[in-house]
């Protein structure tokens, strides 16, 4: 109730939390407890051991970076509710034990957990769940229930909710319940749990919280994992006790278990462990680098740096071109027989400093062999590949675009060679990766998009204004991808934009038109990434693409108060948060968003997000990379 | 934090907003995590159920279906996943992926062990009148009804294109891949090659790979190698170890390279030193550091601290060596500098003493750790605490050329003093940890930046920077140059002299300020901040001059709050009072949160030559929400509410808000205020005359 209060009287403040998660920040500076056991009374008397540790120095009271932590913190900020769903992220955490826990849930375990009037509908409706795929490998079953899952969840709560399943009453009902969602993880020894409130809406007496719940376990043949989403209803924290749980309620329910241990096989050690630059420059992260190469050289905290296939030698192996770091060389690694892969970057002169985001491998000249462009933040490489996979660098070409992220090729004007797109962010390489988009879910003052049209020779020339690209296309650009959506035989273009609307270019007869609003694919939100395909196989090329999932955006921006405060833009700012989007193409030239309906939204914070056949069933299937920054502070933003 | 601005305006994003970013950025450098530790998602395509998997026409819209197989699939590493490509690497008929990551393993190859028994077909297009790659050909495999299932009478089309760069930052193997399902028929496979011709191709089967050649019409199969590495894989020892753990772990990579723990980084380019003062152990003032004759470590240390202990033991055993170099050594010790005091000056005296220490040697200064922490900032993506012992390397002429966090090694430091006579080329070159080539040189550091950095607490610094870059500047006259490039100096250099007199303001140097702003609008007559800020220095001396400068900045930037403001706090002063209040009420609605346009507006209509009781209550209202939003109930708006309820006629409430504004104007000490107030409360109670306007 305070916290209701507290949340809707104060303006919002929408950034953070929209892109944050909630888990406080702890003081920055050095643990001072760290340096008394290493630090003598007196000085030392002799060395002994070649220590070297640097030893971290706490100055002043309060250092501003310590402050400025103290802003951010959510529970310093106003939306309370943040403080209300890190409460139960103590307790969800307590729920994850249970579940991962082989040894039956204990009731003692249970009962710090709930209220004593605890009611939770059966978990696992095992009687109610259909067969929606099975094949020789895999099964999915399914339960939905229609009524409870699309409302405000405020509204409606879980005892209000007409469940056709018989109820668990107290601590020994949730064991019970719990000991069922086990059964639907048969045969493994290890439960792997993660639950996560996305959702949050306070009453007078209690309030509720959405969970996304998902848990799976791995045995030799078989593997199995179950995703459900519950409605949890809890007590408001009182003197200093956590939020209890008096009800859950099931809204989806889905499992899936495949007749093997896993599908896919890491083998990069096998593959890259005899080069030396698996162990220098595969093994450690970004972080590892970034006190031992200075910005100046050009690394980055932000890691955006790329990879491209091609065979670059004609031998029928495909090969991996790897973009990196500036002060890290970038990588060509060439495909053996036996499936392993041998470094070779200095003798193909291709093991440039300069950091790179994005390469490809394609014949540039149409003379038969994969030659190589590489885009540095400021400069295209153009290398000739000499038929064996040795490059000849040519001219590089400067400015092209102020810190370039990816690049697409393909031949927009039909005249039988590749063309290339490069994608720019924001025009200052000051800020490159977080810049100062304005406004934050519509921006249009970042750097700009450039079309480069092959003249043949490896001469380029910039024809982004003569093709009518130029319109719109200052949007923090992270992607693009060509592909003839409106089957009219040339090549269109979807561009996007990590803040807000993205591009949909119609190409007719070489001259460009942004129809993305008509076509209803502009998708406000932090687009990272765009792939086409056709999963539904009726023959038109849908788009999927990689946004940003921020559970405590969720929380925040679908909230009365939020919406109340941000009025016309909060529409907008709740899809900032939402997740990946398909765009389904219906052939008349407009898409139909089927995100949510297809089960494709939550692909967390992503980045490359594809298609791919993955069981060879002849249905594309979908991939996403994700996560943003992991580093070694713990205390997630 | 700050809400996103809703409109662009004319460029420049409102201080507090960007502000925000930067803090997000600079918690981000110092190592907290934001997203991180996902999951990678793997989403499979289950709308082919009814259908016996395949053999189906297009689905209606809306029937796509897919579940969520993320954990079983064995892609759900915690990776800060970037790119992804896809490629059937082991040529084993199914797709493998690449991952290229921000966290470690950088790049992981994920082999598909599917043990399903669909078919497939691979495809290799290449054009002849079309580009060679045939990027953008599509493909379309043509099945024939399976008779076991229900598809639809034409069979099933599965259609594919030809990318070169999608998803981001990625491209994936330019061979086309089709999951066929179980015992399929090829009934046709057609090519549609860029610019729409149809071609048809003979003698495609299931379970093979075919090369496809524009104009020939005619598949031809190409072999799978030999042998297939997948066996290899399977069995190869070396694969177990990274074979993904137990389930519930993380999949960690094998062992990275043990981390060395000093971190010594040649810079790529040298960077000029703020001024940096320290006390001599003998004299009680601060003295610079002196530079630029010769190489020189600085070295900082505490003498609680056992590697320094051992760093200073080594410079002095191995002073010859290091002398012989011409290399000085400045020893400087933080000892008393930290929040705990762990230990005292005297301490660091008694241990060089003891060491005999025979190079020179000090105590650092609270600002020269900040000032080191400023660049250390600079220098690196990731901030880290300071931390001691720590030396920065400058060259001969006192630029930094190399910084060592933890314990310097001595013949490590020989070998860098070396590298300092370097060309510009090599020594670029030889800042790289890994060796490879650099294409170009790498620009110098950005001298406004760090003008920036260093302007907020030490100005004297942020204008030596700006002079500096003026003078690169000026150095680069010499170049020939473009129209374009003569624009794009004078911006420049405008923006510099902008800075340098934000800079020298700092110093209180007016005069020098009023000259580099004349300059900086010379050379852009257009910067509307130079206007702005010649404008308040000449606020009290020229009001005239200022109210024209003022005028020009709201001409070119009617969004700059600050300048609206300005000009209504002038033109009041100048008596033009109408044309004040709508300068300021335009501030006051370019930043509704800001308290300081409200009280000048208050103060105008409580003065106001014809009172009436609307203008009273409107500075009511006016002064009450400068209370609200001011810090801590200012005295400043307390006294203006003051007056406000006094020319309202409400002198009780005049003289409670005047006795508060009074207690908290004599807690803040400020009692020039505090006798304003005074007076003025004085007057509340003798009459309910207005008071006099305070400027």
């Not at chain 1, 950034?15 to 009374?41: E, F, H, K, M, N």
């Not at chain 1, 056709?164 to 048969?186: E, F, I, M, N």
């Not at chain 1, 027989?337 to 390469?359: C, F, K, M, Q, Y």
């Not at chain 2, 990731?382 to 314990?407: C, I, K, W």
Request: aromatic share 6%; with cysteine.
């Amino acid at each position: 109730m305070v916290a209701r209060r507290a949340a809707s009287n104060r303006a919002p403040s929408i950034r953070i939390l929209l892109l944050s998660g909630t888990v406080l920040l702890s003081a920055c500076g050095a643990d001072p407890d760290r340096q008394s056991s290493t630090r003598p009374s007196a000085f030392p008397p002799s060395l002994g051991a070649a220590q070297t540790v640097p030893m971290p120095l706490r100055q002043g009271p309060r250092s501003p970076t310590e402050r400025l932590a103290e802003k951010v913190d959510p529970k310093n900020d106003i939306w309370d509710t943040e403080s209300l769903a890190e409460s139960t992220a103590l307790q969800l955490e307590i729920l994850r034990g249970l579940i991962e826990s082989r040894e039956s849930p204990v009731i003692e375990h249970a009962s710090g957990l709930i209220a004593d009037s605890f009611v939770s509908q059966t978990l696992r409706p095992v009687e109610e769940l259909d067969t929606v795929f099975a094949d020789d490998l895999w099964v999915v079953r399914r339960w939905t229930e229609p009524s409870t899952s699309a409302g405000p969840i405020g509204s409606a709560g879980p005892a209000e909710s007409t469940a056709s399943t018989p109820d668990h009453l107290g601590a020994p009902g949730l064991v019970d319940a719990l000991r069922q969602l086990q059964d639907g993880l048969p045969g493994g020894s290890d439960i792997r749990a993660a639950l996560k409130a996305y959702q949050i809406e306070t009453s007078d007496s209690f309030f509720s919280t959405r969970v996304l719940v998902q848990a799976s376990s791995r045995s030799a043949g078989n593997s199995s994992q179950w995703n459900a989403s519950w409605l949890c209803r809890w007590t408001y924290p009182d003197d200093g006790k956590p939020p209890q749980l008096l009800a859950i309620a099931l809204e989806r329910y889905e499992e899936v278990s495949v007749r093997q241990r896993t599908i896919f096989t890491d083998a990069t050690e096998y593959t890259l462990g005899r080069n030396a630059a698996y162990r220098q420059q595969v093994l450690p992260g970004i972080g590892h680098w970034l006190g031992r190469i200075s910005r100046l050289s050009g690394v980055s905290l932000f890691g955006h740096h790329g990879l491209a296939i091609g065979d670059v030698n004609g031998d029928g192996l495909e090969d991996l071109y790897v973009a990196d770091a500036g002060g890290l060389p970038n990588r060509l690694y060439v495909q053996n027989p036996d499936g392993t892969a041998t470094e070779v970057s200095a003798s193909a002169r291709v093991d440039w400093l300069e950091s790179t985001s994005s390469a490809l491998l394609i014949d540039l000249d149409n003379d038969g062999d994969q030659d190589l462009v590489a885009v540095t933040r400021r400069m295209l490489l153009l290398a000739e590949n000499d038929g064996s996979g040795r490059f000849t660098l040519h001219k590089p070409m400067r400015n092209v675009v102020a810190s370039a992220t990816s690049l697409a090729a393909a031949d927009y004007d039909g005249d039988g060679d590749l063309d290339i797109y490069v994608c720019g962010y924001d025009g200052e390489a000051e800020h490159q990766g977080l810049p100062g988009p304005v406004p934050y879910h519509d921006a249009n003052n970042g750097g700009a998009n450039a079309l480069l049209e092959n003249r043949g020779g490896f001469e380029f020339v910039d024809v982004t204004t003569r093709t009518g690209l130029d319109a719109n296309n200052t949007r923090y650009s992270f992607a693009a991808a060509w592909e003839d959506y409106d089957n009219d035989g040339d090549m269109d273009l979807y561009v996007a934009n990590d803040f807000g609307r993205n591009n949909l270019y119609r190409n007719s007869g070489g001259h460009f038109d942004d129809v993305a609003a008509e076509a209803g694919v502009e998708d406000v939100a932090s687009g990272m990434s765009v792939a086409w395909g056709d999963p539904d196989r009726n023959g038109w090329m849908d788009i999927y693409i990689g946004n940003m999932y921020s559970a405590a955006g969720n929380r925040v921006a679908y909230q009365r108060a939020f919406v109340d405060a941000t009025g016309n833009a909060a529409s907008d700012l709740q899809r900032m948060a939402r997740g990946n989007t398909f765009f389904a193409n219906e052939g008349t030239g407009s898409f139909r968003d089927l995100s949510e309906a297809a089960g494709v939204a939550m692909g967390r914070w992503a980045w490359s997000s594809r298609f791919a056949d993955l069981n060879n069933d002849g249905w594309q299937d979908l991939v996403v990379a994700n996560g943003y920054l992991s580093n070694d502070d713990t205390g997630d933003l | 934090m700050s809400r996103s601005p809703q409109a662009l305006g004319t460029g420049r994003s409102p201080a507090d907003y960007v502000a925000g970013w930067q803090a997000t950025l600079r918690l981000l450098r110092q190592g907290k995590s934001w997203s991180g530790t996902e999951r990678n998602c793997v989403f499979l395509n289950i709308s082919g159920l009814n259908t016996g998997g395949l053999n189906t026409g297009g689905l209606n819209t809306g029937d796509l279906r897919f579940a969520d197989v993320s954990a079983v699939s064995g892609l759900d590493f915690p990776d800060d996943g970037r790119g992804l490509a896809v490629v059937d690497w082991d040529g084993d008929g199914d797709l493998d992926l690449w991952l290229a990551n921000r966290t470690a393993p950088r790049l992981r190859l994920m082999l598909n062990q599917g043990e399903s028994k669909n078919s497939f077909v691979a495809l290799r297009l290449r054009g002849t009148r079309s580009n060679r790659d045939a990027i953008g050909a599509r493909a379309e495999v043509e099945l024939a009804p399976d008779p076991h299932t229900m598809g639809s009478a034409l069979g099933s089309r599965l259609v594919r294109t030809i990318y070169a760069g999608d998803a981001f930052l990625s491209q994936s193997s330019k061979w086309l891949h089709f999951g066929l399902g179980t015992a399929p028929v090829i009934k046709r496979v057609t090519v549609r090659w860029p610019g729409g011709k149809r071609e048809t191709f003979a003698g495609v089967r299931p379970g093979g790979r075919y090369l496809l050649v524009e104009g020939t019409g005619a598949a031809v199969a190409v072999t799978a190698r030999e042998p297939r590495p997948q066996r290899a894989l399977a069995s190869a020892p070396q694969a177990s170890s990274v074979e993904p753990g137990e389930p519930g772990e993380p999949e960690a990579p094998a062992v990275p390279p043990a981390p060395d723990t000093t971190e010594r980084v040649l810079l790529p380019v040298r960077v000029p030193l703020p001024r940096l003062l320290y006390k001599p152990l003998d004299a009680v003032g601060p003295r610079a550091v002196e530079t630029g004759s010769g190489p020189l470590l600085i070295n900082l240390w505490a003498s609680w601290c056992v590697p320094c202990v051992a760093e200073l033991r080594e410079f002095s055993e191995r002073a010859e060596e290091l002398r012989a170099t011409g290399l000085g050594i400045l020893a400087l010790s933080v000892d008393g500098l930290d929040r705990d005091q762990i230990t005292k000056p005297a301490d660091a005296n008694r241990l060089l003493e003891e060491l005999e220490f025979p190079f020179p040697a000090g105590y650092a200064t609270p600002e020269l750790l900040e000032k080191i922490e400023l660049l250390q900032e600079t220098l690196f993506e990731r901030s880290l605490p300071f931390a001691v012992p720590a030396s920065l390397l400058l060259d001969g002429a006192g630029e930094l050329a190399a910084t060592y966090r933890g314990r310097t090694d001595v013949d490590r430091l020989l070998l860098d003093l070396k590298s300092l006579g370097e060309s510009r080329v090599r020594l670029q070159a030889a800042s790289a940890p890994l060796p490879g080539r650099w294409i170009a040189p790498l620009p110098g550091p950005d001298l406004e930046s760090l003008a920036k950095r260093f302007g907020v607490r030490f100005p004297e610094d942020a204008e030596r920077y700006l002079r500096l870059a003026l003078d690169r500047l000026a150095a680069r006259n010499a170049e020939p140059m473009t129209p374009e490039r003569v624009r794009r100096r004078s911006e420049q250099e405008a923006g510099l002299r902008l800075s340098l007199a934000n800079a020298v303001l700092k110093q209180d140097r007016r005069e020098e300020a009023i000259v580099q702003l004349r300059r900086a609008i010379d050379l852009e007559e257009d910067l509307g901040r130079a206007h702005a800020t010649l404008a308040a220095v000449l606020r009290s001396s020229e009001p005239e001059a200022a109210i024209d400068h003022y005028r020009r900045a709201v001409e070119i930037d009617p969004a700059d709050a600050e300048a609206q403001h300005g000009l209504g706090v002038t033109l009041r002063t100048a008596g033009r009072l109408d044309e004040a209040l709508r300068h300021l009420a335009i501030a006051q609605s370019l930043r509704p949160d800001w308290p300081a346009p409200l009280i000048p507006m208050a103060w105008i209509l409580i003065g106001h030559p014809e009172p009436n009781a609307q203008r009273a209550a409107e500075a009511v209202r006016f002064a009450e929400r400068a209370v609200a939003l001011s810090e801590d109930r200012h005295p400043v708006a307390l006294d203006t509410l003051a007056a406000a309820y006094a020319a309202a006629g409400r002198p009780t409430d005049a003289i409670a808000t005047a006795r508060e504004a009074l207690d908290s104007a004599r807690a803040r000490s400020d009692d020039v205020l505090a006798a304003g107030i005074q007076s003025r409360l004085l007057r509340y109670r003798s009459s309910s005359s207005a008071p006099t306007v305070p400027n």
